[in-house]
């Protein structure tokens, strides 16, 4: 079993985004599979959680022979997800339309007070105030901050390159070739989604846990 920090997060390299092929998840699912076939992993299962699940399910499309089983977590792929978010419910996902914006603006406003901005999603994703320890909310906090500009790069990507190797695979008619699991909170029912039935998952066969 390997866990790693995606490219650009956590302790991971944080390479400049010279061009959009850098963050893109394409580029970040090559460095998952290399990863694992240097552990000595030719094949392995693959679960990611949100910002993970979307390089999961790109490594699942281009390394078929690699990926066996994927679960997919908390997140829909980049295609449904940018079909539904409309209207009120979309202000859920307003970073997601500051950080698709041109280099410069995003990466200034978010450095500007990087623990706000981060920590405002630490706030949102408890009930309970004191779920997540001090000392982690405060490293989660520091590596965060440290990584602004990567962040929003792979942010970024989402709304660009990455849709249109969505577009491409769903035109093609792509299709996951191992069991998938996908969960995720009721969330997917407020923004008016389902995310097992949407067509953005073409797997045979998949489960789906709610």
Known sequence: MFCPDLRGYGASDKPAATDPEVYA????????????????????????????ALVAFRAALDHPE???HL??????????MWNVM????????????????????PEA?????????????LGAWANDPTAMPADVRAEYLR????AVTSVVADYRASADIDVTHDQADLDAGSQLAMPVTVMQQDWGAQLGFDAAGMSEYPAVPATAVG
């Open 109 to 121: 406003m978010i450095a500007g007070n990087a623990d706000a901005f981060f920590g405002s999603f």
């Open 66 to 68: 690699t990926i066996t």
């Open 71 to 80: 679960g997919i977590l908390d997140i829909v792929p980049m295609l449904g």
């Open 86 to 105: 409309r209207g009120v419910s979309a202000a859920v996902g307003c970073h997601l339309y500051l950080v698709a914006q041109p280099p410069g603006l």
């Open 143 to 146: 590596a965060s901050g440290a």
């Open 25 to 52: 998840k394409r580029t970040m699912a090559a460095d998952i599979v290399t990863l694992a076939a240097s552990l000595g992993h030719e094949r392995c299962a693959l679960v990611g959680h949100d910002r993970g």
